[in-house]
Structure formats: C-alpha cells, structure tokens
C-alpha cells in the first residue's frame, strides 16, 4: 500500500505561494505549479486536487460524504489570474464547511503541495467578442473570479469596448476584489464598477438592491451608457445558480437575449458554481 508521502510525491505539482482569508470561508489561494501550463483564455477553469488523507480546516464541520483516504478529490476552479501567467494561478474559493475539498484546501499554508488539472477549460471567455463591443459581467461570490481574469487580461487591450462588472453580496466584506474593482473604475474610463449589497450595515452609502431590480431600473444605461442590447452588449453571469438562473430569464424575456450554446452562438454566456 502507498504511503501518504509516496502519493503526495506522484500526483501532487504544484505549491501554494499565497494564501489570503478575506473571511473565515473565503480566501484568495495562489499556486505555482512545477511545469508551466499552456496559453489558456480569461475565464477558463481547472482543477484543483488533495488526497482524502489530508487534514481539514478547523473551522469546517463533519464531512457530508466522507472522502477516502488515497481518492484524490478534485474539483473545478475559475483562474482569477491573468491569462499570460500560465505558472502561478490565483484562485477565489468559498469554504463549503461539510464539503470534501475545500475543507482541505482551507487548511493548506504557504509551502504546502497539492495538485492543480494539467488542463485549462471552459467556453466562458470572450474569444466571441469582437474589441468594439461592451460587456457586461453579473457575478456574486467566487462567480467574480473568472471576470478578474477578464479584467486583468483585457482591460487595457480593449479600449472601444466598455467593460461593466455588477457585483452583489450580501455584506461589504463579501464584496471580493472590491479594491481592485474600485481601482480600475476610477483609472480606466471604459470600465465601470456597480457593486451592490442585500444586508448591508449603517457604513455602506452604496446601493442596496437586488441585481434583477438593477437590470430592470435601467440604472446600467444611466450611469455607463452601455446599451441592455444583444446587438451592442454581450452578458456574462457567474456565481450562484438561483441569481444566474433569475438574471437569465430577465435579460431572454425582457431584453431579448439568446444563451450562447457552441451550435448556436448567443451573446448571454453563462457559469454556475
Ligand atoms: C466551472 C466551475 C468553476 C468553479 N469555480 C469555482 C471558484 O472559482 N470558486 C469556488 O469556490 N467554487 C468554484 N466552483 C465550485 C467547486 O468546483 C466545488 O463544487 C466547491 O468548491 C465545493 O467543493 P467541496 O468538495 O468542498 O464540496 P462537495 O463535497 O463537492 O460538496 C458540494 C455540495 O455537496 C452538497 N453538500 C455538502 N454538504 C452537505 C450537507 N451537509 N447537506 C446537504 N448537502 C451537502 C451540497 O450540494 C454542496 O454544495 C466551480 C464549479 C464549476 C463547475
């Protein structure tokens, strides 16, 4: 029987460099793995993998199904990182506190191994997008990593195009990247940031509204100029599948969006986590 070091040595290439807790079950993990990936397209996601033998975070509960010891758990995370840096990956997680992986990927410091997918996938990119048109992203939670990748790939390449994240959470310290959102809004005029919050406290003088009442109230055209218009605005949604599923309907019934399919080209993309 292989032993938990002799396992870690075969399958595991890749080390943490950075981990950031923003709160106690959200963090920014960043990892550099032994063999440089190849050129992958913002918005794309991997894998990422620990054996079932390793341990889990404090603060986590019971496993809801307990992992085996010598199964690698692997499961799909959006890269957060610029689509050039194709050796150190940064990534936006959640803490699924009974969960099998994320647990495990809590209780990872920096120096610590694990393994990251040798393959970098997904439709969810704006390969489609001519330069001249605006895009707007949608996210709540980690749905805000894959449009960190965008911005941070495309932000400045794309000049004509305006670029518009709309981010809700419910309170401000769930708002992840907040800062660097709010840098980019006041130094790229063609990039505009709309967060917006459910159950804020007394300190936020921002918005306070569901991301469906946004997209009804026409505030997007009012404060961005960018058009709600299939013609002039390709949607990208990612993050919890209740707001992805009400945000899709709203934008198919009201402003005649189609959902892109690889057969059938639409300009509503959409991810759920
Ligand atoms: C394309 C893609 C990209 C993704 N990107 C990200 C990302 O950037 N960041 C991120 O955080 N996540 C992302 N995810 C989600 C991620 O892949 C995992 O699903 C998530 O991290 C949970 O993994 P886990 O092993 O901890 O939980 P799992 O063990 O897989 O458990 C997950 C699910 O099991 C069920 N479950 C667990 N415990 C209980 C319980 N006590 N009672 C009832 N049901 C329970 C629930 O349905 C729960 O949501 C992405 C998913 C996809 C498909």
């Not at 505009?192 to 300190?203: I, R």
Request: negative net charge; aromatic residues 10%.
């Amino acid at each position: 029987m292989s032993t938990p070091e002799t396992l870690r040595e075969q399958k595991y290439n890749a080390t943490v460099v950075s981990k950031i807790l923003l709160t106690p079950n959200l963090m920014t993990l960043r990892a550099v793995t032994d063999e440089p990936r190849e050129q992958f397209s913002a918005g794309q996601y991997t894998t990422l993998g620990l054996f079932g033998f390793e341990p889990r975070s404090s603060n986590s509960d019971a496993e809801f199904e307990p992992a085996p010891p010598e199964r690698l758990i692997q499961r799909a995370y959006s890269i957060a990182s610029a689509r050039h840096q194709t050796r150190e990956f940064e990534f936006y997680v959640t803490q699924v506190k009974s969960g099998q992986l994320t647990p495990r990927l809590f209780a990872l410091e920096v120096g610590d191994r694990l393994f990251v997918g040798r393959r970098i996938v997904g439709a969810f990119n704006l390969s489609d997008v001519p330069p001249e048109k605006d895009v707007l992203m949608i996210a709540t939670g980690t749905g805000i990593a894959p449009f960190i990748s965008f911005l941070r790939s495309h932000v400045a390449e794309r000049p004509k195009s305006r670029m518009v994240v709309v981010q809700g959470a419910a309170h401000q310290r769930d708002l992840g990247y907040y800062s660097e959102l709010a840098f980019l809004n006041h130094t790229f005029p063609n990039f505009f940031y709309l967060p917006t919050l459910t159950d804020a406290d007394g300190t936020w003088a921002g918005r306070r509204m569901w991301i469906e009442d946004i997209l009804a109230s026409g505030e997007i055209e009012r404060e961005t100029g960018m058009a709600l218009d299939p013609e002039r605005t390709h949607v990208y949604v990612c993050g919890n599948p209740r707001m992805v599923a009400n945000v899709a309907s709203w934008l198919e019934d009201h402003a005649g969006y189609r959902r892109h399919r690889p057969k059938e080209p639409g300009q509503l993309f959409i991810e759920e986590f």
